[in-house]
Each structure stands twice: as C-alpha cells, then as structure tokens.
C-alpha cells in the first residue's frame, strides 16, 4: 500500500546542516582513498609550511650576510635556498594535482548522491509540481562541484594557516624580544609583544570586514538564483526557437530576457556596492601590514637590540602571522559563496528528504488526500474520488470505476474539467483530493501524454524508452515502426539527434504507440495521445493498440467523437459546479 500523501516527521527537515552535507562522502565505501588523499595533501601542506618557516632564518643570514658584505656566505646562502626553492616547487605542484583528483571525486560522489536521490521515487517531478525550489539543475551540476571544491579548499587552507600561525608565533615571540613601555610612570616590559600587535591588527581588521561585508552572504544568494534563472529563460527560448519564430514573439522574448537580467543587474550593483565598501577596508588593512611590523619593531632596532636580518626576519614573521590570523579576511569572498552555496544545497536536500512536506499541509490533502493502494488483483478501481488542485479547491468528483483487463474507457470531458488530472492520481502522481485508488501490484503500465518525451540519443532509444535500447532487438523495432508507418525511418535507427526536434508532432505520436506496441503493458492510458494525426491515421493505431493488445485495458482521454467505436465504456469528467458530479454513460458517437 502506498498513501501518496503520508506526512513525514516534520521538524527533521530543518536539521540539514552544512555538517551533514560535508559528513557522508568522509564515511562513506570511497572513505579509504578519500583519507588516504587528504592525509597526504595534509603532509605536503606541512612540508611547505616548514620550508617556508626555514626560508624565514635563511632570510635573517641573507640579510646580514648582505649587510656584513661577506662574499664567502653568500654562494652556500643561494645554493641552500635553489634546493629549497626546488622542494617547494615540486611539493605544491603536486600538492595541487591530488587536491583536485580529491576535489573532483568528492564532487562525483556528492553528483551520484543527489541524482538518486533527485530522481528516485518520483521526487523531480514532485519539486517542479510544487514548485517546492528552484533550478534543481544548477544545485546539481554547479553548487555541488563549488561545494566540493571550496569545502576542500577552506578546510586545507585554514589547517596550513594554523600552522603557519604557530610557527612564526613562536618566531615572532622569540626573536622580538619584550618591549619596555611607561605606564604611568612605572616601566612595564610587554613580553613577545610584536606577536600580540599581529594578533590585535589582525583582530580589529576581521571584525571590521565582517561588519562592512556581511549583507554579500545573502546578496550571493540570490545572485547565484537570478543567474540560474536567466540561465534557464535563454534555454527555454532556444528549445523554443521555432514556435517564437512563428509567433514572431521575438520582442517579447527580448524583454523578458532582458527583465530576468534585470534582476541580475540589480542583484549585481548591490555586490558591487558592499564590495567596494569591503574592498576599501582590505587594501588598507594590506597597505598597512607591510610597513606596520618595521614600525612597531623599530624602537629596538634603533636602540641596536636587533640586527638588520633580525628585523626583516620578524617583519617577515609578522607577515606570516597576520596573514593566517587575516585567513577570516582574506578568505570572505570565498566564505560568502561557500555560505551561499551550503545554504542552497540545504534547502535542496531539506526539500528532496521530504517532497511531501508541501503536501502535507496542503489544503487538499489535509484531511488524508488520495490514497493509492496496490492490491493482487487484476483490475483497477476508485472509490469516492475526488480530484483537487493543491490550494484545496476541488476540480471535480469521479463516479467510482472498475477498469478491468482487456476493456476499453473513453474519458470524456470539457477542456480543464481534470481529465489529465484524473490519469495521473492513477499514476500516483497527484495526491490532491480525496478517496482512493486500487490498483494492480504488478500490472504494468504506461501513460501516454499529447507529447511523448524523447530522450537525447538514437532514434531507438527513444523508441524503447524507458527501457534500454539493448533490451529490444532491431527487428522489433523496424516492425513496430512499419507498422506505425514510420517505415522511412528504419534505416536510421541507431542516428543519435534531437530527434523531438526532426519528427512532426504527428510522427513523435505514431513514435510513442510503437513504443506502446513493444512494451506491451497491461494498461495504457492514453491522454490526447493521436490529437496531432488525421482521423484515418489516428483510427489505423487504435486499430493496431486493440489487436495486439487484447487483455490490455486501454483508458483514452479524447475529443475525438469518431475514437468512440473503439472504446465501450464512458468516463464523462464535470467541472465542479456545472454538474453534480462526474458520471459515466454509454458511448454514444
Ligand atoms: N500543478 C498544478 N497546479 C495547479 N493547478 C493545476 C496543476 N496542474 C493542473 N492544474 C489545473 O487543473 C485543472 C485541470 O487540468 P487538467 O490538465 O486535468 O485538465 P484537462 O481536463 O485534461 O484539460 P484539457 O482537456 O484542456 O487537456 C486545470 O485548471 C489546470 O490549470
């Protein structure tokens, strides 16, 4: 039994956090070679964080080497620093190669996750019924690769800045030595106190950032929506290129182009004012950082306590360290997106864990909505079916049907009386009403809708979908499509196109009942599915469905009168209000 509209445990869906998105890859069967990675980008970070730290004394030999003129230093001095310079150049290149080999995977695992997810149990089609989020494509082929990748990044980042912050803590602590100040009038040594400049500069210049930079996070957020919107307009104009052509609706398209980028320009102006605002606060924050430590160092360095090499040693140590203590700052452009990011995938996944949530509070299925039962039996039944529109309002009321093996339904009804809507709460697509459904566990069904999806590929994948083009042999499909009189196209079966765009709608109708002949199902409703064909063609597939289909029912949702011969039993669909309710009635022609 399923009941479409079960309400899930709500509360739990809040609980998505950026942890719960970052956790399962690093637990997950690839978790070996994902640590294996890590650990060893990790080790090399260490490593170039400790020939930097060495390249720090070889700065204070250099400079007093330099200063003392000693011309016998200076050779070992240069040889020393090619092979560390060497070191390095070989530990980051590929410090930066396993990164993005551990990036990507994360990326490909994360893609798998959330396409099964995306796609299993019908959630995608739930979304885009509901309008429950927007552009569930952009979350998949670009937030999760950010995601992936800034995560990894930030993580590593932030790991190599800590311990660059220890290292030239220490040097800073050592070699600064303590500075002697009056306070009020009583001489005070301050112990290691260029550190705790760095530490003070650094703090004031984050909380600074923070405050003047703070609105991008969401400003980010709905950029990264606009776009994806604009993104998707463009698209659906090109699929639509022919029809905006004959409508000669370029114009309008234009400006409604131009108005989705409109929202871009607004969203991109509001960036550009807080980055300004920023950007003055970090180019003074690093204008001052180069000649802040020499300054703040300089009353020992005139009153001889420390050498020249010492003191660009500890200029170049104070630089280190507020620099990682600065991470915050100079990572905030990169932190917003991230936030942004996460916070997008969050309401994703928060949304693919419950579809249903929209549902179950809906007006319509409040009081339990359409119950869809899968029984051991051979026929389909409803009971006390009321169809509605998820704000509640009802479409119409269905007088209770038995569909049983090999008969035939005619569905009948005025243009919005819910037809359609009827077909798919028999497919367990529309939980919006009341009563319910029994239907066959193992009969195997197919609806058919006016426009038959194509899938990009071979002409015969799209003649066996949703089954594999192997599952059919060639011959079945040149026969279903002889005798759909598609015989023009047998010798390009395995031509990959797009091919919705090559076929006349007529013959995409004729493509999607060969289908129906192939597959064989037990039920096929067929929804405006020969609407596009002449009546003689339109009566030869009817002719061909009830002959090769004999135990299968068919249900057909028409306008058609002459479609009635084939058909013995009647489903009249009202609209609420204008009659009582739905009833049923002998085909009449
Ligand atoms: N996802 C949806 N959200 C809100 N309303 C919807 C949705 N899908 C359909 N409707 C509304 O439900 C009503 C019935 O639609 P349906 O497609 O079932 O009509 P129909 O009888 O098949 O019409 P036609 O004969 O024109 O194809 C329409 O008014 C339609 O706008």
Redesign the pocket.
């Given at each position: 039994m399923s009941n479409l509209s079960s309400a899930p445990a709500s509360g739990q869906a809040d609980r998505v956090t950026a942890w719960s998105l970052i956790r399962p890859y690093w637990v997950s069967e690839e978790r070996r070679t994902a640590w294996g990675l890590l650990i060893t980008i990790i080790v090399m970070d260490l490593l170039l964080v400790g020939i930097n730290a060495r390249l720090n004394t070889w700065n204070r030999d250099f400079y007093n080497a330099l200063e003392g003129r000693n011309v016998r230093e200076f050779p070992q001095l240069m040889l020393f620093f090619s092979a560390l310079a060497f070191a390095f150049v070989g530990i980051s290149v590929y410090n930066r190669y396993l990164r993005q080999m551990l990036g990507f995977r994360w990326r490909q695992w994360l893609t798998t996750r959330y396409m099964q997810e995306w796609l299993g149990d019908g959630t995608f089609y739930r979304i885009e019924?509901d309008r429950l989020t927007d552009n569930p494509d952009q979350r998949i082929a670009v937030d999760l690769e950010s995601f992936a990748n800034t995560t990894l990044s930030l993580t590593l980042d932030l790991l190599s800045t800590l311990e660059t912050l220890i290292w030239f803590s220490t040097v800073l602590w050592s070699t600064a030595g303590a500075l002697a100040v009056m306070i009020g009038g009583t001489p005070v040594q301050i112990p290691g106190y260029m550190l705790w400049a760095a530490i003070v500069y650094a703090i004031a210049g984050s909380l600074l950032t923070n405050k003047v930079g703070h609105p991008l996070v969401s400003i980010n957020y709905q950029l990264q929506r606009v776009e994806a919107d604009f993104r998707f307009g463009l698209i659906r104009l090109r699929e639509n290129a022919e029809q905006i052509a004959f409508y000669d609706g370029m114009r309008t398209e234009e400006s409604t182009a131009q108005d989705l980028f409109g929202r871009i320009r607004e969203n991109w102006w509001r960036v550009m004012k807080y980055t300004r605002r920023y950007s003055f606060v970090l180019n003074f924050y690093g204008q001052i950082a180069d000649i802040f430590p020499i300054v703040v160092a300089s009353p020992r360095y005139f009153a001889g306590l420390l050498s020249f090499g010492t003191l660009m040693q500890i200029a170049d140590a104070f630089g280190s360290v507020s620099e990682s203590l600065s991470w915050f700052i100079n990572n905030y452009d990169t932190l917003v997106q991230w936030r942004a990011t996460v916070n997008r995938l969050r309401e994703f996944k928060r949304v693919m864990q419950h579809p249903h949530l929209k549902e179950s509070v809906s007006p319509a299925t409040e009081h339990g909505g359409i119950n869809l039962h899968y029984v051991d039996e051979s026929q389909l039944s409803t009971h006390k079916l009321t169809l509605a529109?998820?704000n509640g309002e009802t479409?119409t009321s269905v007088r209770d049907i038995v569909v049983k093996p090999g008969s035939r339904w005619l569905v009948r009804?005025p243009?919005?009386?819910?037809?359609?809507?009827l077909l798919r709460a028999l497919a367990g697509l529309w939980p919006f009403g009341e009563g319910s459904i029994d239907a066959p566990v193992n009969a195997r069904m197919m609806f058919i809708p006016q426009q038959s999806y194509l899938p990009v590929g071979t002409l015969k994948a799209g003649l066996t979908y949703p089954a594999a083009a192997t599952d059919f042999s060639d011959e079945e499909c040149c026969e279903a499509l002889r005798v759909c009189r598609l015989e023009g196209y047998v010798d390009r079966l395995h031509e990959s196109h797009q091919w919705w765009r090559i076929l006349s709608p007529g013959e995409q109708q004729r493509l999607a009942v060969a289908r129906v002949l192939m597959h064989k199902p037990d039920y096929v409703f067929l929804d405006?599915a020969t609407s596009a064909l002449d009546t003689e063609n339109e009566a030869h597939l009817y002719r061909l469905l009830t002959e090769r289909l004999p135990k299968g029912a068919i249900v057909s949702?028409t306008h058609r009168k002459p479609l009635a011969q084939f058909h013995q039993e009647t489903l009249d669909?009202a609209r609420a209000g204008e009659h009582a309710v739905a009833y049923t009635r002998p085909p009449s022609t």
């Open positions: 019924r529109l998820p479409l009804g243009s919005g009386s819910g037809k359609s809507t405006e949702v669909i």
